[in-house]
């Protein structure tokens, strides 16, 4: 059966069961309140940065990997845009874009 996990409070509901950890246990673990954990699998709510790092340490994930579930992109990969926009242009990069969504 496959899953489709759409948003941060479904990957973080999803991976917080399959380690059998309740709310509470998880909110101990990463030092904040339960209600917090609630808010944001409920998607109300988006931790910062370290807390996004301790939830994929906690949780198992891959390093990273919550970000853009979270609507936050890493540095590296905010660098990596600004380079290829100063190679390409901006415009280039759009056509490139849709191109790549239209032949997928």
Known sequence: ??????????????????????QASLAKK?????????????NHSIPNRELLRKLENVLSFEYGELLPLAGLHSQELEQLF????TLIGEKQLMKELENIKYNA
């Open 30 to 42: 990463l030092g904040v309140d339960n209600t917090y954990i609630s808010k944001i699998e409920n």
């Open 1 to 22: 059966m496959i899953i489709e996990i759409s948003t941060l409070g479904e990957a973080i509901v999803h991976k917080r069961c399959l380690l059998g950890l309740t």
């Open 82 to 85: 600004d380079e290829v926009v």
